[in-house]
Structures are given as C-alpha cells and as structure tokens.
C-alpha cells in the first residue's frame, strides 16, 4: 500500500538535503586537497579566487532571485563587521594550510579540538557553565584528538603531520569557534540578513587576503609556473572552479539541512561523511590508516554523537519551517552548538 503523499515528499525531502550536504563537503575537501597537493606553494590564492567566486556567484543568485539581496557598500558597516570578517579569513586560511599538510582522512583529526573549543569560547562569551552531558562530550573529543596526534611506531616518517601543521589546525578550530559566537552579534548590522553577511564576509575576506597573496610572493610564483611548463595548471584551475561554486552550494545546502532536518539527522550525516571522507581518502590518495588514527576518528565521532544528543534533548525542537533563504537566523540557547551556522564563507565545513 502506498505511503500518503506527505510522508514520500518530507521524507524525500530530507534525504535529499542531506545528500546534498554530505556531497558538496565531500567535494569541497577532496578537491581543495587535490588542488593543495598539486600547486602547494599557492594556498592563500587559491583561497582569494575561491572567495570572489562566492562574491560573483551571489551576485548572479541575487540578478536571478529577488529574495537574495546584495547590500549597499557603507564604510560604518564594513567597520562594524571587521572583527568577523578577519576573523573568517584567519580561521580559513589557517583551515587551508593544515589542509595542504596532512592527509585528507587525517584532516578531521588535525581539527578535532573544534568542538571543544567552541564549548570553551562560547562559555567565556555567555558566562554560562555548560551542562555536565556537554563537559563530557568536550572531554571525550579532546581525548580522541590526542589520540589521533600521538606518535605512532607504525606510521613512516614522511606520513606524519609536522608540528605547526598541528598547529594550524588547532588555530583553524579555535578561529572557527571564535566566528560561530561573532556571528549573532554581527547580524543586526546586515539587517539580521544571513545572505548579506556572507557577501561582507566573503567580499571582507577576499580584500584583506589581496596583500597577503602579494607579500608572499604567490603571483610569481603563478608566473613562473606558466612560464616554466610543467606545472599541471588544468588542476588549479578546475579546481578553483569547481571548489568555488561547490563552496556556494554548500552554503546554500547548510541553509536547507537547518530548516528541513533535525539534530539526530544531521548528527547521523555527520557521522556517514566522516566516514566516507576516511573510506575516500583511503582510496583516492592513498592515506594511511592505523590504529591511532581510526581509533581517534571514532571517538572524535562518538564524542560528537554525544553532544548531539545532548544538545537535542536540553532544548526542544522547534517544529521544521519553509525555506526562506532570507529569513534571519538567530542562533539560540549558548552558541555553542557545532558550527552548524547559516552564515557561510567558501570553506566552512569544513570549517
């Protein structure tokens, strides 16, 4: 006997949003390590084109959709946004260069202090002590995160993260932390407008990352690449390409999964792209899994799981609305939930 019409259309419509989801992150992580791999010597580039690639793609949406409204440039905004804005473009590039210096599936490892430390700022911000349950789901990431960057007899020397990659990592979570809580206060100055904060975003980061890519000599560097010949310039420009406008989708994917899904859906998606981002980094460049590192995953997993949990059960959901991809998103309770805000730049899962 058939199911009733409204059952097929909001169950297929959250498979399809979380499809959707887990595959642009996929795509967003393989392809930006990819990218990495091939032309290392040009991160903060390859950030900056991803960058105006959102800024052009936003434009386009908002000639299409009425509903998406580019805003007005005005100098008392665009101070009063400074603080996110640099502190977006920290947290992504130091999110590109722990990408660029370990392996793919040992990416997440690299980042697995992210939650913890969300937990922290967000505590220090809202002066609360958070629950015991979410103590516990702090501790028992932060566990599985050492575990993952702890020496390893079996793991040959080359395959080992360096030091200030491990670094990097810790400063990308930390910097995303720092975002997640800038980001309420930051939305009354775009006229509580979701999308035109991540166009100031990306617009922010992009100018301030300009002299940076100048300064570290990476335009030479392109220019010397071409010149030269033998540099595979079809895979930095693909995937500019292709990481820009999946970055773009995968805002408007975060969009989709706050509306229609709910906590336990998104913590089960989670938990199913971590492992297919290992399984696939395993497959496609070869990463080397021991015990360690799949021993850190899982509980860096299950210690999310557990927050999750914990999480849903401390405040009740409320009942899923309509997509508006206008409407303003106030994140609620202590902001501390993981980084599942609505507020985009072109490599957040990431981040």
Known sequence: MPLPMSINVATLQVAGVVSFYMSA??????????????????????????????????????????????????????????????????????????????????????????????????????????????????????????????PSAALPLLASPTSITLFYGILSSLFIALHAVLIKSSLPHCDNSTIQLAWWTNFGSAVFLVPFVVFNGELQILRANLIEGDWNGKVFGWGCLVTGIFGFLLCVAGLLSIKVTSPITHMFSSAARSVLQTLLGFYIFHDILTVNRVSSILIILGGTMFYTWAKSSEFKPSPPQPVDLESAHRPSGTQDSKIHTVVWSVDDEEK
């Not at 791999?37 to 009425?66: C, E, G, M, N, T």
């Not at 992504?92 to 980042?111: K, M, P």
């Open 25 to 150: 992150a996929l795509v967003m992580v393989f392809v930006n390590k990819a990218v990495l791999s091939s032309s290392p010597d040009l991160p903060l580039l390859f950030l900056l084109i991803q960058l105006l690639i959102a800024v052009v793609l936003l434009h386009i949406s908002a000639a299409i959709f009425r509903r998406v409204e580019i805003p007005k440039f005005n100098w008392q905004t665009a101070r009063d946004l400074t603080p996110v804005v640099l502190v977006n473009v920290i947290g992504l590039v130091f999110n590109t260069l722990c990408l660029r210096g370990v392996e793919a599936s040992y990416f997440q490892i690299a980042r697995g202090l992210q939650l913890p430390l969300t937990i922290l700022v967000s505590s220090i911000h809202t002066s609360c002590i958070p629950s015991a349950k979410i103590i516990v789901a702090a501790t028992l990431v932060s566990f599985g995160f050492f575990v993952g960057v702890a």
